[in-house]
C-alpha cells in the first residue's frame, strides 16, 4: 500500500526531490544543480520549463537509485521558489518560459 510522500522543490539554484512517510520522517533526498535563471527586464527573471523536469526527472530517478520504491508514494506535492508563473497548453506543455519575479524593492 502506497505509505510515502513526494515533495519536489524547484528552487533558483536547483531542483530537489524528498521522500517523507506519513509521520513526516525523511526517508531520502536528491538534489540537482540547475542553470541559472535569465532576465529581460528589470525584476523579471525566466527560465526554460525543460530546464525543470529534466531536473525533476533526474532528481526522482536519484531517489529511485537510493532504493526508494516508486509504489510507495501516495501524494506529490510542487513548490517553486517566489512567484513564478507560467501558461500550460496540455499536462506538462508551457506555453512559454516560466517568469520569476524577484525582489521588487531593489529596482526603486
Given at each position: 500500500?502506497?505509505?510515502?510522500?513526494?515533495?519536489?522543490?524547484?528552487?533558483?539554484?536547483?531542483?530537489?526531490?524528498?521522500?517523507?512517510?506519513?509521520?513526516?520522517?525523511?526517508?531520502?533526498?536528491?538534489?540537482?544543480?540547475?542553470?541559472?535563471?535569465?532576465?529581460?527586464?528589470?525584476?523579471?527573471?525566466?527560465?526554460?520549463?525543460?530546464?525543470?523536469?529534466?531536473?525533476?526527472?533526474?532528481?526522482?530517478?536519484g531517489l529511485?537509485?537510493?532504493?526508494?520504491?516508486?509504489?510507495?508514494?501516495?501524494?506529490?506535492?510542487?513548490?517553486?521558489?517566489?512567484?513564478?508563473?507560467?501558461?500550460?497548453?496540455?499536462?506538462?506543455?508551457?506555453?512559454?518560459?516560466?517568469?520569476?519575479?524577484?525582489?521588487?524593492?531593489?529596482?526603486?
Amino acid at each position: 500500500m502506497p505509505e510515502n510522500l513526494l515533495a519536489l522543490d524547484n528552487g533558483t539554484q536547483s531542483v530537489r526531490a524528498l521522500v517523507f512517510d506519513l509521520r513526516g520522517n525523511l526517508l531520502a533526498k536528491q538534489r540537482v544543480p540547475i542553470e541559472p535563471y535569465y532576465s529581460t527586464a528589470p525584476g523579471l527573471a525566466e527560465q526554460d520549463p525543460e530546464v525543470f523536469w529534466k531536473a525533476v526527472c533526474e532528481a526522482c530517478q536519484g531517489l529511485w537509485a537510493q532504493g526508494v520504491d516508486k509504489s510507495s508514494i501516495t501524494r506529490a506535492a510542487s513548490s517553486t521558489s517566489g512567484r513564478a508563473k507560467n501558461a500550460y497548453q496540455s499536462f506538462f506543455r508551457c506555453l512559454h518560459p516560466f517568469f520569476r519575479f524577484h525582489d521588487f524593492a531593489r529596482l526603486a
